[in-house]
Every structure is written in structure tokens, then in C-alpha cells.
């Protein structure tokens, strides 16, 4: 008895040491996605040197991926109700990374646009099986588990960059870049194929792997808080991706830095990103209204700043952290987590579908909007319009959600 008790143990410690590094690979391969989407905001100036296109065409070609990611966040959430997250994820992956690598192909501008908007296919299809793996493992604390998945995002910001400024520099060629990390991702799909196992990817809210860990919330995706989650989804993604898609564009052409300087501010942005786990931890301890208020508040003084206060490198990398902590690190991940509290765990597959569906469809247009705005009115009042007074409206809107309504931990967190 001593020996079959002994055993168990160990292959219950075995079990859950596989668990947590299945989890961890399902957590970094997120990071290569994050590398992709803000490598090409960086390598911009030399897709326009070299194809011609206008301000607002690049502003589109930065953020188009958004638009696959809008159109496929839906879907996604249906075709997991069918098939494994695991493999919906790895499907993904494919996607976005062989349309990485075919971006290097394109002859000009249409085929860019396919290419490019065919990795936010790839991306929206992991990132809303992710969203849903997190959130089902870590049922009782959402908002940090999706604070977790948005830590990766974080090292892949500041990776992405770095990697790809040194790459750029090195080789010359903008098509590098793409090239190394587009094999990147084939890599760790190889990784998830191996080493993720169903009990970790297809934890199933209601049948149980924490019973009654969650209570109340929406019977139906059709309720009020889900619909002014929508509406503040689609504020922070015309905002996050005015600034992720035409930011280093802004501080290379407007303000003058270097590749180098611009890729080591937008990594700073990326160490923003790494507390989300924080702002997970805030979103599952207070009320919703409080959280997003004051972050929307915020995130307003931020957005003003970047285009009206000091241009000198200190500030702005100081301004790009906030921006990493406060709408990357609080306003994204209690969106995301907000939306699956909004309505009963079973329907939090559609609900993760439903965020990413409307995030990355305001997002689809944010940097054609911020370029159109710059090229017309100069930067500063694109700025003021597109990150600051969103987040002002977006005050409005939270102060009318409806906490009572929202599920909550059986057990309030200590």
C-alpha cells in the first residue's frame, strides 16, 4: 500500500509538472504572435520606400491583419464547440505563419494586403482558442489567467523589435525579419503538437474540472453587458492599434529616431505588457465599472501625452511603458475577461469570439483612420482624436455596465 500510494503521488506530481509545461508552451505561443504583429509597423518605412505607398496605405497595410482577426474571432468560436482548442490553435499557426513568409513574395500591394491580412485569420483562430484554454483552466481567476496569456504577448513585443531592428540591420532587408520569424511559428506549433496535452487545452467549464468555481451571469450572448463590452471593444481597438500600427511610423518620419531608437521604444512598450498579470489580479478583485473607468481615465492622459508632450527619447519611452501598462495591461485583458464573465461558463468559447471579433474590428481600420487623420491634421490632432477622446467616450459607456449581472468566484478571492 505504501508503494502504490507512493506511486501515486509521484504520478500525480509527474502529472501536474506536464500540465504546468503544457501550459507554459501554450502561454509562449503566443509570443511569436505578438513578434509578428509588431515586427511590421517597425520594418514600414522600408515596405514604402520601396513599394511607394501613400500614409494611409501603409497605415492599412500595418493594421490589416486586424481585419482577418475580425472576421475570423466569430467562426473560431463556433469551430471550437466542434473540434479541440489544441487544434484549432495549431491551425492558426499555420495560417499566420506561412502567410508571414509569403508576405516576402508579394510584387505590390493588392497580394501584400491578401498576405498580410491572412496572418490576422491565423492569429484571431489561436488567439481566441488561447483565450478560452486560459480562461476554462484558470476558471476561478479569469482575468489573471487571461493577464497570463497577455504577459507572453508582452515578451513578444519586446522581443519582436529587438530580434527584428537587428535583423533589419544586419541583413539590410526588411524581408529578413519576416523570413526568420515566420519558421519561428512552425516551430512552436511543432512544440504545442508535443507537448500539450487534452486535460490541459479542453477543461470544460461546465462538466468540471473546478465545480462551481463560477456563478451567475448571461444565459444568452444577447444581454447588456456583453453589448457595451462590444462597444468598448471596439473603442480600445481603434486606440491600442492607432498606436501599435502607426507609432513607430510617428517617431521615425515625425519625430526623427532611428530604427534602432524606435524598435528599443516600442520594446519598452512591450515590459508595459508584463504586468498584465496585475492588472488580471485588479480586474478579479474590484467591480467592473471602477476598473475601467479609471483605466479608460487614464488611458486618456496617456494618449494626449504622446502626441502633445516632450518628443525627446526618455519621454517617449516613459509614455510607451504607461501605454503598455494601462491599455495592454489592464484595458485589453479586463475587456477579454469581462466578456467571458459576462454570460455562463459554457458559453465562453463564443463569448472570447465575440471580443476578438469586435476588437479587431474597430482594429481593422485604426491605422488607415490615425494615417488618413495625420496626413490631413498633422499627428497631434489625430492622437487627440483617436486615443484620447475614444477613451474619454469609452468613461461613458463603462459607468452604464451592470456589475450585479456578471458571474463571479463561488468563494470571493481572499
Request: charged share 10%.
Amino acid at each position: 500500500m505504501a508503494v502504490s500510494s507512493t506511486q501515486t503521488v509521484g504520478e500525480t506530481s509527474a502529472a501536474r509538472a506536464f500540465a504546468l509545461l503544457g501550459m507554459a508552451i501554450v502561454l509562449g505561443s503566443y509570443v511569436v504572435n505578438a513578434m509578428d504583429r509588431t515586427l511590421f509597423p517597425l520594418i514600414l518605412p522600408e515596405v514604402r520606400s520601396e513599394f511607394g505607398f501613400a500614409l494611409p496605405e501603409a497605415g492599412l497595410m500595418s493594421t490589416v491583419f486586424t481585419i482577418g482577426m475580425a472576421l475570423a474571432g466569430l467562426p473560431t468560436g463556433f469551430l471550437m464547440s466542434r473540434y479541440a482548442r489544441k487544434s484549432v490553435a495549431q491551425i492558426g499557426m499555420f495560417i499566420f505563419s506561412a502567410a508571414t513568409l509569403a508576405t516576402v513574395l508579394a510584387a505590390g500591394f493588392s497580394d501584400m494586403l491578401l498576405y498580410r491580412a491572412l496572418t490576422g485569420i491565423g492569429e484571431a483562430m489561436q488567439l481566441t482558442a488561447l483565450l478560452a484554454i486560459v480562461s476554462s483552466y484558470f476558471a476561478r481567476y479569469r482575468a489573471v489567467g487571461i493577464g497570463a496569456l497577455n504577459c507572453a504577448f508582452g515578451v513578444g513585443a519586446v522581443l519582436g523589435p529587438l530580434i527584428g531592428a537587428a535583423m533589419l540591420s544586419a541583413y539590410g532587408t526588411w524581408r529578413a525579419p519576416m523570413i526568420g520569424f515566420g519558421i519561428i511559428g512552425f516551430v512552436l506549433m511543432a512544440l504545442v503538437a508535443l507537448s500539450v496535452r487534452r486535460s490541459v487545452s479542453e477543461v470544460k467549464l461546465a462538466s468540471g474540472m473546478q465545480p462551481g468555481a463560477a456563478v451567475g451571469g448571461a444565459e444568452t450572448l444577447r444581454n447588456v453587458n456583453t453589448v457595451l463590452l462590444v462597444l468598448l471593444s471596439c473603442l480600445a481597438g481603434l486606440a491600442i492599434f492607432g498606436f501599435l500600427g502607426m507609432y513607430p511610423t510617428y517617431l521615425r518620419e515625425q519625430l526623427h529616431f532611428t530604427p534602432a531608437d524606435a524598435g528599443n521604444i516600442m520594446s519598452i512598450y512591450g515590459l508595459g505588457v508584463l504586468v498584465s498579470v496585475g492588472g488580471g489580479l485588479i480586474g478579479d478583485r474590484f467591480s467592473v465599472r471602477p476598473v475601467l473607468m479609471v483605466s479608460f481615465l487614464i488611458a486618456a492622459g496617456i494618449g494626449w501625452l504622446l502626441f502633445n508632450g516632450p518628443a525627446d527619447f526618455a519621454a517617449q519611452a516613459t509614455l510607451s511603458f504607461a501605454f503598455g501598462v494601462v491599455f495592454s495591461g489592464s484595458i485589453y485583458v479586463n475587456l477579454a475577461a469581462y466578456h467571458m464573465k459576462a454570460v455562463r461558463g459554457e458559453l465562453a468559447g463564443r463569448a472570447s469570439g465575440i471580443f476578438v471579433t469586435s476588437f479587431y474590428a474597430a482594429a481593422s481600420v485604426a491605422g488607415y483612420a490615425i494615417g488618413w487623420l495625420a496626413a490631413e491634421f498633422g499627428w497631434t490632432l489625430a492622437g487627440d482624436l483617436q486615443l484620447c477622446a475614444a477613451c474619454l467616450v469609452g468613461i461613458l459607456l463603462a459607468f452604464a455596465l451592470k456589475p450585479d449581472l456578471m458571474a463571479r468566484p463561488l468563494v470571493e478571492p481572499a
